[in-house]
């Protein structure tokens, strides 16, 4: 504590500041020590005379560049700290002494003299593993097994990543400092070149390769689980500076290597975690802000676009359990920004479209930290969000299974219900690989629901004129009597398995991101009553509609499904296109138009022209059946 006020306080006492350069300089020394030391000596006895003659040099060096830090409280508490390091190196001392004088030295170092300890956003980690194959991997190797094609002739050679001994020691602002400093005495040379940004996710990426990937599912359980594990790591500074040799003496060997693996892996997880969940969002806006000043419109867009796939698309079902409204408003703001950015917008007005966008952020957050979850909400959350997610599929497949009993074709049926089983058991599987095995991203969930949507709708579209063909005098007689054998061979059987199986696939695992949102907040017992109210609900209107065609004669049956099919087509286009804009896979322009979810209504110009051309489909489709019918 005292360390943390003196840093605080460091610039009134001091008035001035250690350069950030010389403070890197001397702890990056420190982290060689700490880490090297033990291949100089071992049982009080010299291994290696030019690394122990290295290691003397350093502490010496250490010594000298303190001392010459600005005089102020505390500076020769560390003055002596590096005198206790470099009598420790003179006698001999075990590497674990040695580490630990080193590691000690060096957070009080930070404490008085402050410097960034952690990237102001977070790593692009696909940009640091291409930077890492362009710029490292010919010496490194690409596994960063120190074996690149140019390592044969390098003395000393290439560090090996992959060795976890050293790994342990070493932690990614170590790397970092390396990244950007270069490394006396070897073919390491500084890459102070890159923008920032690109050297932390640098560094993240080479940090990875001593801890398998196949350890981050269990680091993800461990850190969704884990409080001791949350608390161990903080935030951003805690995961950067934090070695996972000093995390294995806190938490075990295996949890360390495990969320080691995970964080490093997937650092957006911690600022999720820390007290303001949607960080990331607000960083994104800044930079795209910033991006849009200097008049680069591609930056600004991408990184709108990450701002809410990445900051803020992971916490909507929580939002949506809790205040459904505001999650639409912080939707409809962050489209609004996307598009104000393909327009090429003025300044002015694009900064006041971030503002407002901020300020929902802003509520947003307060919701998501509101803990209060009444028993009574809960079970209405629950009820309305299945009732909604499962009515629209479950009119799909009611009037496909309708449709086949008037046919008279009941060993259709089992391809339709295996495709509503298999995509309920996908869903939860999809979830389940998402959550404890793999990392599906907000561009992916988007892009599937998108493309689910689309190829349902056109389907539909397909579907609904050609029963509303069928719905004209005489036409339905003609078909039953002549064509459904025709029509339902076993290709046809596999094509409403195929389109069961969408409809309800798009549907099953966003209700269960929801229902895990709902259950995150207590009240299981009223969560489970509404999930059982609301599939007997459904189950109650399945009943209603199939005992209802049962009864209608097949023209009107026909001319009604045909109804059904077409609104839902014209729905499916609409959330299709939106889905789609959403992952950034297709061009946006808001329009002013209210937003209407229930019809798949959102006010964008690319969506109203998908759904205006379906609905000029279906007008010309059934005039083309009236006039057929009337002509026959």
């Known amino acids: 504590m005292r360390y943390l006020l003196l840093a605080l306080l460091w610039p009134v006492f001091a008035g001035a500041a250690a350069a950030p350069t010389e403070v890197k300089t001397i702890w990056r020394l420190l982290d060689y020590l700490a880490v090297d030391y033990r291949g100089a000596v071992a049982n009080g006895a010299v291994i290696s005379a030019s690394e122990y003659a290295e290691m003397s040099d350093f502490s010496a060096t250490v010594l000298?560049?303190?001392?010459?830090?600005?005089?102020?409280?505390?500076?020769?508490?560390?003055?002596?700290?590096?005198?206790?390091?470099?009598?420790?190196?003179?006698?001999?001392?075990?590497?674990?002494?040695?580490?630990?004088?080193?590691?000690?030295?060096?957070?009080?170092?930070?404490?008085?003299?402050?410097?960034?300890?952690?990237?102001?956003?977070?790593?692009?980690?696909?940009?640091?593993?291409?930077?890492?194959?362009?710029?490292?991997?010919?010496?490194?190797?690409?596994?960063?097994?120190?074996?690149g094609p140019a390592s044969a002739s390098l003395d000393p050679k290439p560090v090996d990543f992959t060795d976890l001994m050293r790994a342990r020691e070493r932690s990614v602002f170590a790397l970092y400092q390396v990244i950007g400093q270069g490394l006396d005495g070897t073919s390491m040379r500084s890459f102070a070149n890159l923008p920032d940004e690109d050297r932390w996710a640098l560094a993240f990426v080479v940090g990875q390769f001593a801890f398998p990937e196949a350890s981050q599912a269990q680091g993800k359980q461990l850190w969704r689980d884990d409080a001791q594990l949350r608390e161990a790591i903080t935030g951003m500074d805690a995961l950067t500076t934090t070695t996972p040799a000093t995390l294995s003496t806190e938490m075990g060997d295996a949890t360390a290597v495990a969320a080691v693996s995970y964080l490093r892996r997937n650092p957006a997880a911690v600022t999720v975690s820390q007290g303001s969940v949607l960080k990331l969002a607000r960083d994104r806006?800044?930079?795209?802000?910033?991006?849009?000043?200097?008049?680069?419109?591609?930056?600004?867009?991408?990184?709108?676009?990450?701002?809410?796939?990445?900051?803020?698309?992971?916490?909507?079902?929580?939002?949506?359990?809790?205040?459904?409204?505001?999650?639409?408003?912080?939707?409809?703001?962050?489209?609004?920004?996307?598009?104000?950015?393909?327009?090429?917008?003025?300044?002015?007005?694009?900064?006041?479209?971030?503002?407002?966008?901020?300020?929902?952020?802003?509520?947003?957050?307060?919701?998501?930290?509101?803990?209060?979850?009444?028993?009574?909400?809960?079970?209405?959350?629950?009820?309305?969000?299945?009732?909604?997610?499962?009515?629209?599929?479950?009119?799909?497949?009611?009037?496909?299974?309708?449709?086949?009993?008037?046919?008279?074709?009941?060993?259709?049926?089992?391809?339709?219900?295996?495709?509503?089983?298999?995509?309920?058991?996908?869903?939860?599987?999809?979830?389940?690989?998402?959550?404890?095995?793999?990392?599906?991203?907000?561009?992916?969930?988007?892009?599937?629901?998108?493309?689910?949507?689309?190829?349902?709708?056109?389907?539909?579209?397909?579907?609904?004129?050609?029963?509303?063909?069928?719905?004209?005098?005489?036409?339905?007689?003609?078909?039953?009597?002549?064509?459904?054998?025709?029509?339902?061979?076993?290709?046809?059987?596999?094509?409403?398995?195929?389109?069961?199986f969408v409809v309800v696939y798009r549907e099953v695992f966003e209700t269960i991101l929801f229902y895990v949102a709902l259950w995150s907040e207590g009240n299981h017992h009223a969560v489970l009553g509404g999930a059982a109210t609301a599939i007997l609900g459904l189950a109650l209107i399945a009943c209603l509609l199939l005992a209802y065609s049962t009864r209608l004669p097949i023209g009107k049956f026909f001319s009604l499904s045909a109804g059904l099919m077409a609104i839902l087509a014209v729905v499916l286009t609409g959330k299709g296109v939106a889905a789609l804009q959403e992952a950034n896979l297709m061009p946006e322009r808001l329009l002013a138009l209210p937003r209407v979810d229930l019809v798949g209504f959102f006010p964008t110009l690319q969506g109203v022209m998908a759904q205006s051309a379906c609905v000029i489909i279906l007008v010309i489709g059934f005039a083309y059946n009236r006039r057929a019918a009337g002509g026959a």
């Open 64 to 147: 000298r560049e303190i001392s010459a830090l600005p005089a102020g409280p505390e500076h020769d508490e560390l003055v002596s700290g590096a005198q206790g390091l470099q009598s420790a190196i003179a006698g001999r001392e075990s590497p674990e002494t040695v580490a630990r004088k080193a590691r000690d030295l060096a957070g009080q170092l930070l404490a008085v003299y402050p410097i960034a300890l952690s990237p102001r956003v977070i790593p692009d980690l696909a940009r640091g593993h291409q930077l890492y194959a362009e710029g490292c991997s010919a010496c490194h190797g690409n596994e960063g097994k120190g074996n």
């Open 285 to 500: 806006l800044r930079e795209s802000a910033d991006a849009y000043r200097k008049g680069d419109r591609a930056t600004a867009s991408r990184l709108a676009v990450s701002a809410y796939l990445d900051g803020f698309e992971p916490v909507e079902p929580q939002l949506a359990a809790k205040d459904e409204p505001l999650l639409r408003r912080v939707e409809t703001a962050m489209t609004d920004l996307r598009s104000s950015i393909s327009s090429g917008v003025p300044e002015a007005d694009f900064m006041q479209r971030i503002d407002t966008a901020g300020q929902l952020l802003d509520q947003a957050e307060a919701r998501l930290g509101a803990h209060e979850n009444s028993p009574a909400s809960a079970f209405v959350g629950a009820f309305t969000i299945l009732l909604r997610e499962g009515l629209e599929a479950l009119l799909i497949v009611v009037a496909i299974v309708a449709f086949l009993r008037k046919a008279n074709r009941s060993e259709v049926l089992p391809y339709v219900h295996a495709g509503t089983v298999v995509a309920l058991l996908g869903g939860v599987a999809t979830w389940g690989a998402a959550t404890y095995l793999i990392s599906i991203s907000g561009a992916s969930r988007e892009a599937t629901e998108g493309g689910g949507s689309l190829f349902a709708a056109a389907v539909l579209l397909f579907v609904g004129i050609w029963m509303h063909g069928k719905s004209q005098a005489g036409a339905w007689q003609q078909y039953i009597k002549e064509k459904v054998d025709q029509a339902l061979t076993r290709r046809s059987a596999w094509f409403l398995f195929a389109l069961a």
